[in-house]
């Protein structure tokens, strides 16, 4: 096992501690629940540890819609007027899918799912085996696991979870990563180097951090929006024709690349009357004029 851990902790910048909790909970036979915002390496995880063990990782989106079958399957409707109903013309769900496959199901904002989809999920969970009406009973593969995650930040649509939910799951709540790790992903991710791209690379990193400190925003960017604004700074430098980070240009043309890549991303506090744009100059200016040591490259 460790030598597994060692194997997908390559494919990871840092998330060393997140990575073994997970893996030991997982390999223990059990499921869990990630609790974090979104981007913090939460699929990324879990994409290295079923390519590691060779088995398919399904994805769902956890809402109001999600009916218990859409999660189990269905009959295929046509063929069960010509055919009446049989195991054959039935279409698995991401459930059954997962659990006949051995993988792992990803129910996404879990919490959002209805009440019954739930209760079908912790059976499913419970037995390692689920009855599906006019097929039979489906058994699940030893490497089947539910994974679920939650976003903390997440208070509108959300089921209040019963106690008993949360009797039968494990938690792991993540974080953001420290801002050296978060420079290591966006370098990872963007390709970015070269005076140019190693400065922008810091000052993406810290504007983008500051949205998750600034008193009118409830819920700031994760390091996604760092990786778009480099990647759409890198773009405009070249069609502004700016080649260095002294350029006098440099600055604004960063804060320009933020509106793009940051306004969408950031989730203002419902009693605040400004606007995200307004928002953003104040980071930026924090950022740049203010403390501009805080600026300097290295
Ligand atoms: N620890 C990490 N190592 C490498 N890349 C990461 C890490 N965390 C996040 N990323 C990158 O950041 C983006 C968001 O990560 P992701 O795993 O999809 O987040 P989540 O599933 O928690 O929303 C992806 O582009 C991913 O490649
Ligand atoms: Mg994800």
Same mark, same amino acid.
């Given at each position: 096992?460790?030598?597994?851990?060692?194997?997908?902790?390559?494919?990871?910048?840092?998330?060393?501690?997140?990575?073994?909790?997970?893996?030991?909970?997982?390999?223990?036979g059990r499921d869990i629940v990630l609790e974090g915002p979104p981007g913090t390496s939460k699929t990324t995880m879990l994409k290295a540890i079923t390519a590691e063990?060779?088995?398919?990782?399904?994805?769902?989106?956890?809402?109001?819609?999600?009916?218990?079958?859409?999660?189990?399957?269905?009959?295929?409707?046509?063929?069960?007027?010509?055919?009446?109903?049989?195991?054959?013309?039935?279409?698995?769900?991401?459930?059954?899918?997962?659990?006949?496959?051995?993988?792992?199901?990803?129910?996404?904002?879990?919490?959002?799912?209805? +009440? !019954?989809?739930?209760?079908?999920?912790?059976?499913? /969970?419970?037995?390692?085996?689920?009855? &599906?009406?006019?097929? $039979?009973? =489906?058994?699940?593969?030893?490497?089947?696991?539910?994974?679920?995650?939650?976003?903390?930040?997440?208070?509108?649509?959300?089921?209040?979870?019963?106690?008993?939910?949360?009797?039968?799951?494990?938690?792991?709540?993540?974080?953001?990563?420290?801002?050296?790790?978060?420079?290591?992903?966006?370098?990872?991710?963007?390709?970015?180097?070269?005076?140019?791209?190693?400065?922008?690379?810091?000052?993406?990193?810290?504007?983008t951090r500051a949205t998750r400190d600034h008193p009118d925003i409830r819920q700031g960017s994760s390091v996604r929006g760092a990786i778009d604004c480099v990647l759409?700074?890198?773009?405009?430098?070249?069609?502004?024709?700016? +080649? !260095?980070?002294?350029?006098?240009?440099?600055?604004? /043309?960063?804060?320009?690349?933020?509106? &793009?890549?940051?306004? $969408?991303? =950031?989730?203002?506090?419902?009693?605040?009357?400004?606007?995200?744009?307004?928002?953003?100059?104040?980071?930026?200016?924090?950022?740049?004029?203010?403390?501009?040591?805080?600026?300097?490259?290295?």
């Open positions: 096992m460790a030598a597994t851990r060692t194997r997908i902790a390559a494919h990871l910048v840092g998330r060393g501690r997140e990575l073994e909790l997970t893996l030991a909970a997982v390999a223990a063990w060779g088995i398919p990782l399904l994805f769902v989106e956890g809402n109001a819609d999600l009916t218990p079958s859409k999660l189990v399957g269905h009959h295929n409707p046509a063929r069960v007027l010509r055919e009446d109903y049989s195991a054959d013309n039935f279409v698995a769900g991401p459930l059954v899918e997962a659990m006949q496959s051995g993988g792992f199901l990803y129910i996404e904002e879990f919490n959002r799912a209805p +009440e !019954d989809t739930l209760n079908t999920l912790l059976t499913a /969970m419970a037995d390692r085996s689920i009855a &599906v009406p006019r097929v $039979g009973s =489906i058994a699940a593969l030893d490497t089947f696991r539910v994974i679920a995650s939650m976003n903390p930040y997440d208070n509108l649509g959300t089921t209040r979870l019963s106690t008993s939910v949360h009797d039968r799951l494990n938690r792991l709540a993540i974080g953001y990563q420290d801002d050296d790790a978060e420079r290591g992903i966006v370098s990872l991710r963007t390709g970015a180097q070269g005076p140019l791209g190693e400065v922008l690379i810091g000052d993406a990193v810290a504007l759409v700074a890198g773009r405009l430098a070249e069609l502004r024709g700016i +080649e !260095d980070p002294g350029d006098p240009r440099y600055r604004e /043309m960063v804060y320009d690349a933020m509106v &793009v890549t940051l306004s $969408g991303r =950031i989730h203002l506090d419902e009693s605040a009357e400004t606007t995200p744009e307004r928002v953003l100059r104040e980071i930026w200016e924090d950022h740049f004029v203010l403390s501009p040591a805080a600026a300097a490259p290295g």
